[in-house]
């Protein structure tokens, strides 16, 4: 696999910062499949402390709150004919 995506990459005409982090992207899975999932669990429980955690420094928040805003300040920005 690695032998393929040298050639997508040098073939390409990617932006080098996107070659680069494609490849980060694709080494960091390879490290998280090679855990096993004993260790995985760890990063599991990890994230569900933080979600909790989050959920109660933020009651009610939602994903969708952060495009409505974005919405908003465009549509005050540009006028509702946008």
Not at 21 to 48: F, I, P
């Amino acid at each position: 696999m690695c032998k393929d995506l040298n050639e997508v990459l040098s073939s390409s005409s990617l932006p080098d910062y996107f070659a680069q982090h494609t490849v980060l992207v694709l080494a960091q899975e390879v490290k998280w499949h090679a855990l096993s999932r004993e260790e995985q669990a760890k990063y599991y429980e990890l994230a569900r402390k933080e979600r909790q955690l989050h959920m109660q420094l933020y009651p009610g928040w939602s994903a969708r709150d952060n495009y409505v805003s974005a919405l908003k300040s465009l549509m005050t920005e540009f006028g509702s004919h946008f």
